[in-house]
């Protein structure tokens, strides 16, 4: 049976109890990765599994124990010294996961002579300080060295020891991401501009932090994604809220909800329910791509057609939560295998990216009254904070990143400083209203396709890609081929320089 | 009387008994600041001194305590809402002497109706975490965080919440600093874009790391600024550290040098007079200024001419360290008011910059055979690392600054990549070596002037200043008031662009 929430979700603004860490929208989670269905990869691609000597506190010289970072290394006869390194900036996951979630990187590799290689981020997978999961984990001052900063230290010291190793200082790096991981790519080429000559950043919002976009733009787009598939679904969906809440009355009502709901165990309140409604609903709209796909969940293409198709068909005058349950079984039970549903029995456990939401990553979001089908919330920072203190003993520095990575006015700061990053968007997804949209420079640019949804770009190709999303593969292609050709070109120039 | 060196520049190469931290040149030590001498200073600026509560690890989140960091506003009736700040990357030093030795920031805030605003480096000054310089000196575990990337995240922070506070968020930010503060702001600009517009970065060797220059190339330069003033000179010198030896050999050998030198106590070793004398040389060549200064000591217009002619000066046969006494005299006893020499009494106590130098900042230096004045010496990096365990019970890190912040290819790397940097360099100095000596894009300038020391263009104007100088601080002036006009012009077009 397939875990609950391979992007774990939880909107959590709808009941009051609502702890605001584990409600914040997540890119991934503990859960993120499928269990496996012993059934091999259909993509399976060919790399060595090795390990590098890391430096746990890169800018302080506190006496604190090294760690090994795990890393993939593509096999390729045919890569030459010098020739080019296409490296993806691992995110909050297992690091086998994303190499097989990220064809794009494999399949164009052959044909630039690269070598491929992926990145494990510190404290995911089995990239883990202090010797374990567990003792990584323990505790606030064991997840102290968990931070973005340290993460793009361990890449740039990885890639410059990577290359020293094979005599290849002169190899360009291009660094690959999707998600956090396209947000640490687009801060890499930023930060570290001697080590990686270029950046495809996929769905990485950059800034969804502080009030750079308003706090509603998330929820909106996920509402408008359903809204434009159906009036009536988006509707349905926005009364539901209430219903749940009427439902779930008292003791009864909680048993029947889990009973109606096919639920494995007995709820403790309606918003655990709400709170796994609203993960499908957002992750639908994350993955909402226009053909077949079991990145987090096996759907088919355009599920949030299906959905509203699922919830809209019912006769007039059925509960409104039968439309319901109708519905977020196309997400969570498409293969129609579940016997029950398994909630998540430890939301609030101790996980990556929870920390990280509790120190840097706080990504303020609110649900509008009237474009968002998601009951009404505005962000609360002081409840934000107070649930952070209580979980896990830190204080959150909410304007740390914008400090330390910048967003606001990026269109000026970045007009003329800084080259060679693609802001790869697809429109359908919620994370693309805190990414850059618009062209910042000649060579900062925005690729941004209507019908496109979470970092599909760095997806494997299929037989039944449309002709937008071979057209928005081809381009950044050819970009990262102009950003080669610069570098090669500029090498020469400077070579011949040397020598007359 | 005044102290021995107010730059200590220990060049130990000399005994083989010599620790090669307190070795490697330094900018500025502990005794940078002259003593007081009881005479108020001739420039004096108006300004407020402040303390801002900061964070001691800004790249981790373990619990540690904040420290309050001193800087010094400028007051200025004229500034107004979304003005310039002039912000001077304190270095390592007491930002109070910094402010009164750059000159030229004070005197050009007006004319731009510019806030000036000048921030001490953590653990230097009154800039003490733990609450003590004693607390913060106390072993490793304390002098952990004193590192160029903690004291940049500093300045980043500082900076955001001043202009917060001002309600003035739209205030671009020029940086401004000299040596390793020059360093700090070429680095801050590149890697905070978003929190400064542009930097002037003067005399800063941020190439003076691995191999990224010729290690001889320091004492090379001094070597020259003694032969193009006289050959003899340079003989002289060249000849006397074998007659120093010579006549050091034995006890007596020992208290007839210090007898000599006019030393205030006995010397344990020729290599602690050695030291001293290097130190002078090598000081003289960075203050070698075309005018009348008393940065480190009270010195003549062109003050190696002076050594030279008073080493020159002595009929034939006149013992060599007669010869170079009278040299080094002109250094430590312009003034002719010291009694007796007072070499450093621990050279090798804890202190700032031997930290910083044993943890990041390896600048490994070498002494050729024939070009150099000195004694021939073959950077050793295994006897340096030793030394740091020994003396502190760190390891550095030789390559982590060009990691972090490049170096290897800057053309290459930053053609197309930063704007709005000018690295300004007197020739004379032996830190222009390291420093950036050609233009790198159109934004990203080289000046540099043949007969400059040490940041010279910092300091405060005079009327004797040659025409060159003069020329130079107006080109710098200029290029400053491009930055401020280009992003006051984009300003205007982002808003426009908003309106209509």
Redesign the interface.
Known sequence: METLAPLLLLLLFVSASAAPIGSAPRFLGPYARRKSSGVASPASYEYDVRYFGQ?L???????LPGFQQRYLVGRNDLWSRNGPIFFYCGNEGDIEWFAENTGFVWEIAPRFGALVVFAEHRYYGKSMPFGSRESAYKD??S???L?A??AL?DF??LL?DFKHNLSS?GSPVVLFGGSYGGMLAAWMR??????AIGALASSAPILQFEDIVPLETFYDIVSNDFKRESLSCFEFIKESWDALETCGQGNDGLRNLSKDFHLCRKLNSVGELSDWINSAYSYLAMVDYPLPSSFLMPLPANPIKEVCRKIDSHPNGTDILVRILAGINVYYNYTGTVDCFDLEDDPHGMNGWDWQAC?EMVMPMSSSRDKSMFPTYDFDYASYEDQCVQSYG?RP?P??I???????????????????IIFSNGLLDPWSGGSVLHNISD?IIALATELGGHHLDLRPSTNEDPDWLVGQRKTEINIIRSWLN??YE??KT?FLTQLY
Not at 57 to 63: K, N, P, T, Y
Not at 403 to 415: A, N
Request: zero cysteines.
């Open positions: 430096t506190d890169h800018f302080s010289f506190a006496d606030a001052k997840l102290a060295y931070t900063e340290q230290a740039a010291t410059t200082e930023l930060k570290y501009p001697h080590v120190t830190v520095r304007r740390w914008t400090t330390e990575f910048g967003g606001h006015d990026i269109r000026t700061v970045l007009k003329k400083f800084g080259s060679n060579s610069d570098y500029g090498r400077s």
